[in-house]
Nanobody, 115 residues
Framework: QVQLVESGGGLVQPGGSLRLSCAAS????????MGWHRQPPGKQRELVAT???????NYADSVKDRFTISRDNVKNTVYLQMNSLKPEDTAVYYC?????????WGQGTQVTVSS
């Protein structure tokens, strides 16, 4: 099964940008639908964005027009470009890989939006 490692989190000021990466290994990356979820402090994990193995994307309303999910099936990596960041985007961001019979998660990367 696929293993996932996120990177790219950090501290950013409101209005700034970050790009998260999730590197996959151990299986055929293109077989998986990929996604990003996040867990704000004291709250439940929530969906941010998904991308199918065919490249169809879906976004939570709270991030539409600000975040972009993409994938590179050669580099076995999924990205989340985050622009116009807000304090309410502060969360641990998790990468997710899904196919029939499998639903896997990375360890998470912290994103903090604060002045």
């Amino acid at each position: 099964q696929v293993q996932l490692v996120e990177s790219g989190g950090g501290l950013v000021q409101p209005g700034g940008s970050l790009r998260l990466s999730c590197a996959a290994s151990g299986s055929i990356f293109s077989f998986y639908a990929m996604g990003w979820h996040r867990q704000p402090p004291g709250k439940q994990r929530e969906l941010v964005a998904t991308i199918t193995n065919g490249g169809i994307t879906n976004y939570a309303d709270s991030v539409k027009d600000r975040f972009t999910i993409s994938r590179d099936n050669v580099k076995n990596t999924v990205y989340l470009q985050m622009n116009s960041l807000k304090p309410e985007d502060t969360a641990v961001y998790y990468c997710n890989a899904k196919r029939i019979g499998f639903n896997g998660w990375g360890q998470g990367t912290q994103v903090t939006v604060s002045s």
